[in-house]
C-alpha cells in the first residue's frame, strides 16, 4: 500500500487537531505517514502512533525553526523522496493555513506535482472536493501530475483513534540551503490567549455581526457555553466591535466547524465565501427575509438578545 504523507502541525511537539483529522483522512487513501518536522518529537510521538501513523519522517535539521517556509518546503521535498525509495507517496496532505498553503505551493513547484487547496474533503483516488468562487459551487477535483499535493480544511475529518500502532521512525537529515534562508524569524510573539479555541480550528463558531450593535457579551457567553470560538462579519470588524483577526469571510477567515451560529447577520456573498462550508449553520435573525435564512439548516426569527440568553441557559442546564 502506498503511503500517504501528512504533515504535523506542532508548536513544540504539541500537535494540533488537525494532524490527526489528516491521519483518518490519510488511511481512507493508503498508508498514513506523519511527516514532523522542527523541534520536539518525543512531545508528539503518542498523538501520532494514537491516529495511526505507521511511519513517523522527522527532520530536525539546525535552523528549521529560525526561518520562514522556505526550508519547511525543502524538508519536505526531501521526505517526499526519502519515502519514494518504498514507492511513490499516494499523496501529501497539509492543513489548510496561510502558512502551510505557501509550504505546498513551493513543494509544487520543486516536485512538479499537482496542487489543491482548501479541500473540505478527501476521497480513494485522491478525489477532493472544494467550495468555490465565494462557495457558489462545489468541485470535486484531482491531480493529473506527479504526487498530488493537498491542503486541507480544518474539521473537514472526525478523527479517528486507531489502537496498537507502534511507528517506524525515520530520521531524514536536511541541509537548509541559502536560498531558503532569505528571511529569518527575528523575534516570536504569543498571541493574546483567549480561553477559546483557534477561530479556524474549532468545531464550534458562534459569530456576530452588525445586528450586535457592539455588544458580544450574548454571542460570546453562547460561543463559551458551546466550547466554540467567536467570529464576526466585515460589518462588526470595520466598526471597530470586535478584532479583524476574528473576521470570517472572503476577506477574513474561511472556518468549516461542524457547527456555525450567525447572529444578527445578512447573509451577504462575501460572508457566506468565509462559512458555508460548515456542517451545520443556524442562523438567528429578526428579519424572516434575511439572506442567510436562504443557507441554513435551522434558522431562528428573533432578536439575539433574547434567544442566545435562552439558548446559552438551555445549555448550561444539560452539562
Ligand atoms: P448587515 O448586512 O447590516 O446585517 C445585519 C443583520 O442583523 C440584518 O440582517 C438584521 O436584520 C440583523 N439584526 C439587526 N439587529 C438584530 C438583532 N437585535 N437580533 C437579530 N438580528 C438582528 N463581509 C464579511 O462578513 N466578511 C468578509 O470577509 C467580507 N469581505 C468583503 C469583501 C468585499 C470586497 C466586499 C465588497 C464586501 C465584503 N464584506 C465581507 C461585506 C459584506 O458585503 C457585508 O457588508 C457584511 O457581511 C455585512 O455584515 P452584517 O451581516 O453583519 O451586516
Keep these: 500500500m502506498s503511503q500517504v504523507l501528512v504533515l504535523v502541525d506542532h508548536v513544540d511537539g504539541a500537535v494540533r487537531k488537525t494532524t490527526s483529522e489528516l491521519l483518518t483522512i490519510a488511511a481512507r487513501l493508503g498508508e498514513p505517514a506523519a511527516v514532523f518536522i522542527g523541534q520536539g518529537y518525543d512531545a508528539a510521538a503518542a498523538s501520532l502512533a494514537e491516529y495511526g501513523a505507521a511511519t513517523v519522517y522527522v527532520v530536525e535539521a539546525e535552523g528549521l525553526d529560525e526561518y520562514l517556509v522556505a526550508p519547511k518546503a525543502e524538508a519536505l521535498a526531501a521526505v517526499v523522496q526519502q519515502a519514494a525509495q518504498a514507492g511513490d507517496p499516494a499523496a501529501v496532505l497539509l492543513a489548510s493555513s496561510g502558512e502551510n498553503k505557501e509550504i505546498a505551493g513551493r513543494l509544487a513547484v520543486k516536485l512538479e506535482s499537482g496542487l489543491i487547496t482548501d479541500a473540505v474533503d478527501v476521497q480513494e483516488g485522491p478525489v477532493t472536493t472544494q467550495s468555490v468562487f465565494a462557495a457558489a459551487f462545489t468541485v470535486t477535483a484531482s491531480v493529473t501530475r506527479g504526487t498530488p499535493i493537498i491542503t486541507v480544511k480544518p474539521n473537514s475529518a472526525e478523527p479517528v483513534a486507531v489502537a496498537g500502532v507502534t511507528p517506524n521512525v ?27 479555541p483557534e477561530l479556524t480550528e ?18 460570546e457567553s453562547f460561543a463559551d457555553a458551546l466550547g466554540g470560538a467567536v467570529g464576526a462579519s466585515r460589518a462588526a470588524v470595520d466598526a471597530g466591535w470586535y478584532p479583524h483577526s476574528t473576521q470570517v469571510g472572503q476577506t477574513g477567515k474561511q472556518v468549516s466547524p461542524t457547527l456555525y451560529v450567525a447572529s444578527g447577520i445578512s447573509g451577504a456573498i462575501q460572508h457566506r465565501a468565509g462559512m458555508q462550508t460548515s456542517k451545520t449553520i443556524v442562523a438567528v435573525n429578526k428579519d424572516p427575509e434575511a439572506p442567510i435564512f436562504e443557507l441554513v439548516d435551522f434558522g431562528v426569527v428573533g432578536d439575539l438578545f433574547t434567544v442566545l440568553p435562552q439558548a446559552t441557559d438551555e445549555v448550561a442546564k444539560r452539562k
Excluded: C, L, Y
Excluded at 474549532?202 to 450574548?218: E, I, K, M
Design 170 to 196: 525515520v530520521t531524514v537529515p536536511v541541509t537548509v540551503s541559502d536560498a531558503a534562508k532569505g528571511a529569518k524569524i527575528t523575534e516570536r510573539r504569543p498571541k493574546e490567549k483567549s480561553g477559546r
Design 202 to 219: 474549532a468545531a464550534v463558531v458562534v459569530s456576530g455581526g452588525r445586528g450586535t450593535n457592539g455588544d458580544f457579551s450574548a454571542v
